[in-house]
């Protein structure tokens, strides 16, 4: 299987940061990259597919780069409404493998 | 808009086979790749399987022995059997579709999730 490792497991950051989110795969994905958003109690929301198209309907502060084995979930002016788990997930190869998940929390 | 909603008994015994339906509606079934994951309380997501509608499936791996998802276009349903349960498969359950870019497939579409205890 393709390990993936996705960092940090959490983070601080105050209202107007720009906050950095990596995951790295142990193969090339290319682009096989998706990044979701999770509340407390709610569903996983599709923020990012194929590592950088940003899913209809979420905000412009949210951004996804990269390809191959390393990519980046990047929230530029971080708001409230923002603090959540935020996961990738490869679709290149079985099994659909999702990150082990960054909680963000406000300062 | 499409919905999706799962039902079927939030507490299974162990030893026993876990049985979960995965309602769409505001779409046709007949298209798309639908899948189901979970979530085990306070731990992380995993993808368990996927199923077209032409009936091919893919399967995790790790659970590969004990899963099978089936599709009945006639009800707009999919399931889920998971047999042989026992206490590390009490998770949140999402039902969710998978749409494409190319080649790369996504969940745009998820259901609310329902939580399934095991305990006897």
């Known amino acids: 299987d393709i390990q993936m490792t996705q960092s940090p497991s959490s983070l601080s950051a105050s209202v107007g940061d720009r906050v950095t989110i990596t995951c790295r795969t142990s193969q090339t994905i290319y682009k096989y990259l998706n990044w979701y958003q999770q509340k407390p109690g709610k569903a996983p929301k599709l923020l990012i597919y194929?590592?950088?198209i940003l899913q209809s309907g979420v905000p412009s502060r949210f951004s996804g780069s990269g390809s191959g084995t390393d990519f980046t979930l990047t929230i530029s002016n971080l708001q409230p409404e923002d603090l959540a788990t935020y996961y990738c997930q490869k679709t290149y190869s079985n099994p659909w493998t999702f990150g082990q998940g960054t909680k963000v929390e406000m300062k | 808009q499409v919905q999706l909603q799962e039902s079927g008994p939030g507490v299974v015994k162990p030893s026993e086979t876990l049985s979960l339906t995965c309602s769409v509606s505001g779409d046709s079934i007949s298209s798309y790749y639908w899948s189901w994951i979970r979530q085990p309380p306070g731990q992380g997501l995993e993808w368990i399987a996927y199923?077209?509608?032409?009936?091919?499936?893919d399967y995790n791996p790790s659970l590969k022995s004990r899963v099978t998802i089936s599709l009945d276009t006639s009800k707009s349903q999919f399931s889920l059997k998971l047999s042989s349960v026992t206490a590390a498969d009490t998770a949140v359950y999402f039902c969710?579709?998978?749409?494409?870019?190319?080649?790369?497939?996504?969940?745009?579409?998820w259901g609310q999730g329902t939580l399934v205890t095991v305990s006897s």
């Open positions: 969710a579709r998978a749409s494409s870019s190319g080649f790369v497939y996504y969940f745009d579409y």
């Open positions: 194929a590592a950088s």
């Open positions: 199923i077209y509608h032409s009936g091919s499936t």
